[in-house]
T-cell receptor
Framework: DTGVSQDPRHKITKRGQNVTFRCDPI?????LYWYRQTLGQGPEFLTY????????KSRLLSDRFSAERPKGSFSTLEIQRTEQGDSAMYLC????????????FGNGTRLTVT | QKEVEQDPGPLSVPEGAIVSLNCTYS??????FMWYRQYSRKGPELLMY????GNKEDGRFTAQVDKSSKYISLFIRDSQPSDSATYLC???????????????FGQGTILTVHP
C-alpha cells in the first residue's frame, strides 16, 4: 500500500497525559498536512509542512500541540497535557508541492481522552 | 459564518436514484473544488477535482461548479448501496487569497442508499 499511513489507529489516554501520533506520507509528496475532525463535522486544518518547513499553523493549534517533520519525510503530532476536548480523529494528508494539488488522506488516528 | 456551507442531511435514497449533493461558499478566492467520500472510521477519499465552472463527469459521478453563484454540486447516477458514506466538499483558494494552499471543507452530507 503506497498511500498515507498513520499510526496508531486508535489511542485512548487519560486526561493530562501526552500523546504522539505518526504520519508517513506518499513518498513523492513534499507537502504534509494535519487536520482534526470531530463527529459530524468536516476536517479542520491544523498545520502543514513543505518538506521540513512548517509553513502555517491554525489558531486551533494551541501551545499544547506541536508538529514536526524533521527530515521532510514522516511527521509527528504531539499533544501535551491532553484534555477531553482533544478527543477527535486526527487526519494526516499529503500532496505534491503545488498549491492547487489535491490532498490524499490517511485513515486517521482516533484519540479518546478519558 | 462558515466559509463553506453544506447540508449535513442525512439523505436516504433507494438504489438506482439520482443523488444531488450541494455546497455554497462565501470566499470568492476559492478556485479549486473537490469532492471527497468518507466511509465510517476511514479517511476522506478523493472523488472529483475541478477548476473551471461547468461540468466534469467521471463514470456515475458528475461535478458541477458555478463560480458566479458560489455553488458546487455532485450528482451520483444509478446510486448503489456501496455509495453510502459521508460526502465532503472541499476547496482551495487561488494565489493571494485567504485559505491559499490548504483545503477548507464543508460539514459533510451523510448519504444512505438502501436496496
Amino acid at each position: 500500500d503506497t498511500g498515507v499511513s498513520q499510526d496508531p489507529r486508535h489511542k485512548i489516554t487519560k486526561r493530562g497525559q501526552n500523546v504522539t501520533f505518526r504520519c508517513d506520507p506518499i513518498s513523492e509528496h513534499n507537502r504534509l498536512y494535519w487536520y482534526r475532525q470531530t463527529l459530524g463535522q468536516g476536517p479542520e486544518f491544523l498545520t502543514y509542512f513543505q518538506n521540513e518547513a512548517q509553513l502555517e499553523k491554525s489558531r486551533l493549534l494551541s501551545d499544547r500541540f506541536s508538529a514536526e517533520r524533521p527530515k521532510g519525510s514522516f511527521s509527528t503530532l504531539e499533544i501535551q497535557r491532553t484534555e477531553q476536548g482533544d478527543s477527535a480523529m486526527y487526519l494526516c494528508a499529503s500532496s505534491l508541492g503545488r498549491n492547487n494539488s489535491p490532498l490524499h488522506f490517511g485513515n486517521g488516528t482516533r484519540l479518546t481522552v478519558t | 459564518q462558515k466559509e463553506v456551507e453544506q447540508d449535513p442531511g442525512p439523505l436516504s435514497v433507494p438504489e438506482g436514484a439520482i443523488v444531488s449533493l450541494n455546497c455554497t461558499y462565501s470566499n470568492s478566492a476559492f478556485q479549486y473544488f473537490m469532492w471527497y467520500r468518507q466511509y465510517s472510521r476511514k479517511g476522506p477519499e478523493l472523488l472529483m477535482y475541478t477548476y473551471s465552472s461547468g461540468n466534469k463527469e467521471d463514470g456515475r459521478f458528475t461535478a458541477q461548479v458555478d463560480k458566479s453563484s458560489k455553488y458546487i454540486s455532485l450528482f451520483i447516477r444509478d446510486s448503489q448501496p456501496s455509495d453510502s458514506a459521508t460526502y465532503l466538499c472541499a476547496m482551495i483558494a487561488a494565489a493571494g487569497g485567504t485559505s491559499y494552499g490548504k483545503l477548507t471543507f464543508g460539514q459533510g452530507t451523510i448519504l444512505t442508499v438502501h436496496p
